[in-house]
């Protein structure tokens, strides 16, 4: 449903984007496309050179002989290749203002006595100007939105969707209290402290980060989109003028913060004309809608110490509790910090939890409520705090540090999983892919380690909470089982306290969780609003950019060097605009090299050919192969069938691997296809231990009319033994075929882990195998061994323990395709 109340994104007229003012320049001088630079070879190497080598490199190649007499730039010399990049269009201009601090004031004129004086710099864009580089920039037409949205899930229009911000409550709010056919840009930004050096030196920057909730998630998380802009440059300084360097650091902050967002304040109130990416013009309203941040970042926005929420007013004693406590509210929290700049010292000071901040940044920014902007953060609240910094040590407190970590080395293998060779005690430094991975076998791994349910029941209710916030877009539904999640853990919470685990749970982050669900609603799903981005981000405008420094008065030649690397980037997506719009540099049509369906692809070429039955059932397991073959081209209809029946002698083309197509699904966006896998183990020369065996296990459908009532119902879990081409001779069935060890069906489900617990099938003593095609692989499935209580077997090691086990759990949490469709299941079961 569109806004309706009044007209939004309204277009004011016509105006050229940015790529076509340079087509019209580039054609009005009578220049190629790839100027200033001659042609597509030296603009490739230009590229190159920017982006890898720092000046010194460049002046050196430029002078060697083979770059003076065989490539024969245009450049040839340092100086005429920097000013060659300088030529190509960029982003707004860096700009560095002087912060004058002496003992406990800021000091904003020169007329003072220069004892005890620290001078900090601060670099700065102009916030506006990101905005308009962003909103008019025409890489991101078609993933660009300029007036807000009501999504729902059913046709009906009972179902609220969740997903990008525009499908949010605070757009629509928002919307409400500007002029007629405004456009609002929701400006979302992220700061952080990050460390320069790796291994030596103290050297840190504090970037400041900027994005547009107008451009589609799934674009602006991608770093290679470059969808997010360095907006600035923090000063770092240890303050040490100051009596108290931790309050003069906070007012340090918001000062700086002042003075970079102080353009939105105009801009906010009366808008600015913009030429969109869509070549319209718009009066664009940049309005800050989100702070992305970890907790002391939160904290340090907010005004409030570290003890407290920076969203509502829960006191540090009523943290663990599972309640919505009121929130902040702006404008009272800027009268408090006023009066007690005076000297008034009101008593709302202390039950806030406030600090002594005389002039926050966002008391005169319009339209925002910094503690609403405040999002829930995935990375630092779920997955680095809950899962590794607590329930992590709670539940191997419980089991035991050794017999947990045997269950995490035995762990099955699983395309894209993680295996933890020494367990998870022994790893110390841990990074976001950990957390994840480890999200995905931790109840598996702590099932049968205590007698306690409740602790299987709170450790998976957590790990549900994890997985259903990480979903890329939200229903009523979704949200509904993710606050019943919450509630499920705190009902058996105190299973850790009596166990002797935990004191309190008094825990910061536990109390963030209640924040969750109302954040979805007002700016959607967050995976669009994750400090892994902006972790991510340090990378390419911070750590990279002091590498290419000369590590001396850096930040001014990182900011220089930022630039640069913008103007490549810009040019770059020119080029792709202009050669999608013409047949200049088109790319060629890969080389088919599958064999593809509208479910999977194979190798063209066949990596394990002319194969004979003695090797599939010595080398594969396939002890049934003949029988299943048998059985299989019986049912293919009689003008398909040869005369020939299979035998012992004969031969197939056989393929280690292949890729299936996965369905789309409505909570998740970038898990497409899935790759499984199915050798045996084979050499790696004479100093390297060879490659162990792999058949990977799957879901198959068995019953296309079941499979229609959703959940597990038609599915039945298999492994995957061989992959083979059926030989003309036996009959015409041109998709590849998979020979399978069947599981006995999914029947029996176990309300204690919440998952089937499954057993092989067998047939007259033998593994029950069948033939299918391939396109009836529905998607890879994990299957963990159900171990008994207690130590267990240490030969049952990652490849060996499937073979060494009979019964098996279907791992629910291992991805979140699987994960959704336990969810429906118990849902029809309740």
């Known amino acids: 449903m569109e806004f309706t109340k009044h007209p939004a994104g309204t277009a004011l007229g016509e105006a050229k984007t940015s790529f076509e003012m340079m087509q019209d320049i580039q054609d009005a001088a009578g220049q190629g496309t790839y100027a200033p630079f001659a042609d597509r070879e030296e603009w490739e190497l230009a590229e190159w050179l920017i982006s890898n080598a720092n000046q010194r490199a460049i002046e050196d190649f430029l002078k060697l002989p083979i770059a003076r007499n065989w490539t024969q730039p245009s ?11 300088d030529q190509l269009p960029t982003g707004p201009e860096w700009s560095c203002e002087l912060v004058r601090v002496r003992g406990d004031e800021l000091i904003e004129n020169d007329e003072v006595d220069e004892e005890n004086v620290e001078e900090l710099e601060l670099w ?18 078609g993933n660009m939105a300029y007036a807000p949205e009501k999504v729902y899930a059913d046709p009906e229009g009972q179902t609220r969707r969740f997903d990008e911000m525009w499908t949010g409550d605070w757009w629509w709010e928002t919307q409400h209290r500007l002029p007629a056919g405004s456009t609002i840009a929701p ?29 589609s998630k799934h674009v602006r998380r991608q770093p290679a989109s470059h969808a997010s802009v360095l907006l600035g440059y923090l000063p770092v300084s240890k303050l040490h003028s100051f009596e108290d360097n931790s309050v003069a650091g906070y007012r340090l902050f918001h000062y700086c913060m002042k003075k970079l967002l102080h353009p939105l304040v105009a801009a906010g109130n009366e808008g600015v004309e913009m030429a969109c990416a869509d070549g319209q ?148 430094q841990w990074t976001a892919g950990d957390h994840k991975q480890l999200q995905r076998v931790f109840v598996t791994a702590l099932v049968g380690t205590t007698p306690h349910h409740d602790v299987i029941k709170a450790g998976s209710a957590l790990i549900d909470f994890i997985h259903i916030a990480q979903y890329h877009s939200h229903t009523d539904d979704t ?8 509630d499920d853990f705190h009902d ?87 050669h999608r719009n013409t047949d ?98 084979y050499p790696n020369g004479p100093r390297k231990p060879p490659t162990p065996a792999r058949f990977d296990t799957v879901l198959v459908l068995d019953d296309e009319v079941e499979r229609e009532r959703g959940g597990f119902h038609g599915l039945r879990a298999a492994e995957v033994r061989a992959l083979f081409l059926l030989p003309p001779h036996l009959g015409d069935f041109s998709e590849p075929l998979a020979y399978v060890h069947w599981f006995k069906p999914f029947n029996h489900f176990d309300d204690t882990v919440r998952m089937f617990r499954i057993s092989r099938s067998t047939r007259n003593r033998q593994p029950n195998s069948a033939i299918v095609p391939v396109s009836r692989l529905i998607q890879p499935c994990h299957l963990v061994p159900r171990y008994p209580s207690g130590a267990i077997n240490l030969a049952q090691i990652h490849i060996h323990a499937i073979a060494l086990t009979d019964t098996f759990y279907l791992n629910r949490y291992i991805n979140l395709r699987i994960f959704e469709q336990y969810r429906q299941h118990m849902l029809e079961r309740a």
Request: aromatic share 12%.
């Open 75 to 85: 450049y040839r010399s340092k100086y005429l290749f920097m000013k060659a990049i």
């Open 124 to 141: 700065l864009r102009d916030p506006v100007a990101c905005v308009k580089e962003l909103i008019s920039n025409p890489a991101f037409q």
């Open 187 to 215: 400006v979302i930004l992220a700061s952080d402290k990050t460390e320069l050096t790796r291994f030596r030196g103290d050297k840190t920057a504090w970037p400041v980060y900027l994005t547009i909730g107008n451009i």
């Open 281 to 428: 013009i718009r009066r664009v309203f940049p309005i800050v809608a989100a702070y992305v941040g970890d907790h002391p970042e939160q904290c340090l926005i907010a005004c409030c110490a570290e003890n407290r929420c920076p969203k509502c007013l829960a006191r540090a004693n009523q943290r663990g509790e599972n309640t919505q406590f009121q929130p902040r509210n702006q404008a009272q929290t800027a009268q408090v910090l006023h009066t007690q700049a005076t000297g008034q010292y009101p008593p709302e000071f202390i039950a806030h939890g406030l600090r002594p901040i005389f002039s926050p940044f966002w008391s005169d920014l319009p339209y925002t409520d910094i503690f609403t902007c405040i999002t829930s953060d995935i990375l630092h609240q779920l997955l680095q705090g809950l899962l590794k910094d607590h329930l992590k040590k709670w539940c191997t407190d419980i089991a035991g540090k050794v017999d947990f970590d045997a269950r995490f080395r035995a762990m099955p293998y699983f395309p894209g999983l993680r295996h933890w060779k020494q367990g998870i005690s022994k790893v110390k």
């Open 479 to 486: 949200i509904l089982a993710l606050q019943q999640a919450l």
């Open 492 to 578: 058996r919470k105190d299973i850790f306290i009596e166990l002797g685990c935990r004191g309190h749970f008094n825990i910061p982050k536990l109390h963030s969780l209640t924040h969750y669900v109302s954040t979805i609603k007002m700016f959607g799903s967050l995976d669009g609003l994750n400090t892994e981005h902006s972790e991510r981000l340090h990378i390419d405008y911070a750590k990279k950019a002091y590498a290419k420094s000369n590590h001396k008065d850096y930040t001014i030649q990182m900011t220089k060097w930022l630039q640069r690397q913008e103007a490549v980037i810009w040019f770059n997506a020119f080029l792709d605009w202009r």
């Open 584 to 681: 200049d540099g088109a790319p060629t049509a890969a080389l088919n090299t599958f064999f593809t369906g509208p479910q999977y692809r194979v190798p063209k070429r066949p990596n394990l050919p002319k194969k004979r039955v003695k090797y599939l059932v010595e080398q594969h397991g396939a002890v049934g192969f003949i029988d299943a073959l048998k059985a299989f081209i019986n049912t293919l209809p009689y003008d398909r069938r040869q005369c020939f029946e299979p035998n012992i002698h004969d031969c197939f083309d056989c393929f280690s691997n292949m890729v299936i197509s996965l369905q789309p699904h409505e909570h998740i966006s970038n898990d497409n296809t899935a790759r499984i896998r199915c050798h045996p183990q």
